[in-house]
Every structure is written in C-alpha cells, then in structure tokens.
C-alpha cells in the first residue's frame, strides 16, 4: 500500500460553503440573464419558463444577491480586509511571473512552476479582482435598474449597458476560475478538493502553485518570521527559492 500523501488544509469548511453558495447564486443569475437577453438555446429557454419567468428570477435573485453582497463587509469585514490586502498588493518583480506560469501549465512535467510568497498566485489575485470588481458593478447597475422610474430612459439605458458590459467581465473571469479549480489543467490536478472536498491539498502541489505559502505552512513556528508573508506590511519581494525549497521539504517528511 503506498504511502498517504501529506496535505495542508486551504479553506475551512465555512468557507468553502460560502464559495458553493455563492457559486451556485452566480451560476443562477447568469443562466436567467442570459436566458431574459435571448442568449441561451430556444429549447432550453422554454425548458426553464421562458423569458418573462427567467426575467422575474433574475430580478429576484439579484436583489437577494445585492443585499447580500453589500452586507458581506458587516460580517466578515476582517477577513475581507485581510483578502483585499492580499488581492491588490503586487511586486514589480512579479511582472515576469506570467510567462514562466503559462510555460508551466502547458507542459508542467518539461518546467518548473515559477515562485511567489502570496497566499495566492498573481494570476488568481488578477482573477479575483476581475470576479470582485464586476460583481460589484452589476450589483449597483442591478439596483438602479431594479429601482429607477420608468420614465428615466437615458440612465436605465446607461445602467443596462453597464452591468452588460459587467457580466461580461464576470463570465470570461469566472471561465478562467473554474479552469484552473477544476483540476482540467495537468498543473492543476487535484486542486478541486480545496474547494469541493475537505478543504486540503497535497504538499507536493501546494509548493508548486503557492511556494510562499506553503513555506509558512509547514515551516516549524519559530522560522515563520522569517519567511516573506505578501499580507504584512514589510514586503520584501520574492520569496528566495532556498526558504522554499527547505521549508516545504521538512513539510513532507513530517
């Protein structure tokens, strides 16, 4: 029997119930959007209610979507500051991460993944903002629609060119989220699990997508000081290889 492989746990289980609500809410106004938009098959859009009906949901759920998206920073406004900072904080050093990253997930057995010291890789930051940003617009051009007089013609025209524009954004951004959570991507087998399993990912592919990361992690308590944290208030660029490589390996042989 071979031997388990060592994991670190990535989300905690509320998280990870809030990213398949929050999934599921998404996945739910975009079909009902694009079905009201005649976006979507003649067949499936029958299937589904037809266009008044989908129109009626997508209203409904984006209103319930809005309250909750704005309240998210009376709940959870430390962490959401703390993901923020991480979201927007880049190193200049970071701009030549890109093109070793793609070489990496296209033939990741050929090439070594590129090194960061963030919780996340700068490509899901970059992501991420996309996903927030657009999610934040087509909340506020939803409520003006949803709340704007008829006869106001020119800002509910403006409003809907908006959040169109915004759910295109969110759409393309989205597709790039769920292609490399998925798992599709060779560099990126098993990495589901992180949020469609138990939260935990192997050792060996958390040191290949987040080295800085799972440095911290697995390092013993007092050299965690030591190792570059992207969310402190003292970053000191790229994380050096040799803490990477050092840390991670006394990780694995625990």
Not at 113 to 138: E, N
Not at 168 to 179: D, G, K, M, N, Q
Not at 230 to 248: D, F, I, M, N, Y
Request: charged share 15%; glycine share 10%.
């Amino acid at each position: 029997m071979s031997e388990r492989q060592p994991t670190l746990l990535r989300h905690e289980r509320r998280a990870r119930l809030a990213h398949l609500l929050l999934a599921v809410l998404v996945l739910a106004l975009v079909v009902s959007g694009l079905g009201m938009g005649g976006r979507l098959p003649g067949s499936l859009t029958a299937l589904l209610g037809g266009h008044e009906r989908l129109a009626a949901w997508h209203r409904q759920l984006g209103l319930v979507f809005g309250v909750c998206f704005l309240t998210l920073p009376l709940v959870a406004g430390g962490r959401l500051r703390q993901m923020l900072v991480e979201m927007v904080r880049f190193h200049r050093d970071e701009l030549r991460w890109f093109f070793p990253f793609f070489r990496y997930c296209l033939r990741p057995h050929r090439h070594e993944p590129p090194l960061h010291d963030g919780r996340y890789d700068p490509a899901q930051r970059i992501v991420f903002l996309l996903l927030g940003s657009s999610l934040l617009v087509c909340t506020l051009s939803g409520l003006v629609l949803y709340v704007a007089p008829p006869q106001q013609t020119l800002l509910l025209g403006w409003a809907i060119r908006v959040h169109v524009g915004a759910s295109v954004v969110l759409i393309a951004s989205a597709a790039l989220h769920v292609l490399a959570g998925s798992g599709l991507l060779p560099s990126h087998r098993g990495v589901a699990r992180v949020m469609f399993g138990d939260g935990r990912v192997p050792v060996a592919l958390a040191s290949r997508l987040w080295p800085g990361w799972t440095a911290r992690q697995v390092a013993p308590k007092e050299q965690r000081g030591a190792l570059v944290n992207r969310s402190s208030r003292r970053p000191k660029g790229a994380l050096a290889p040799a803490a990477v490589k050092t840390a991670t390996a006394a990780g694995k042989s625990k």
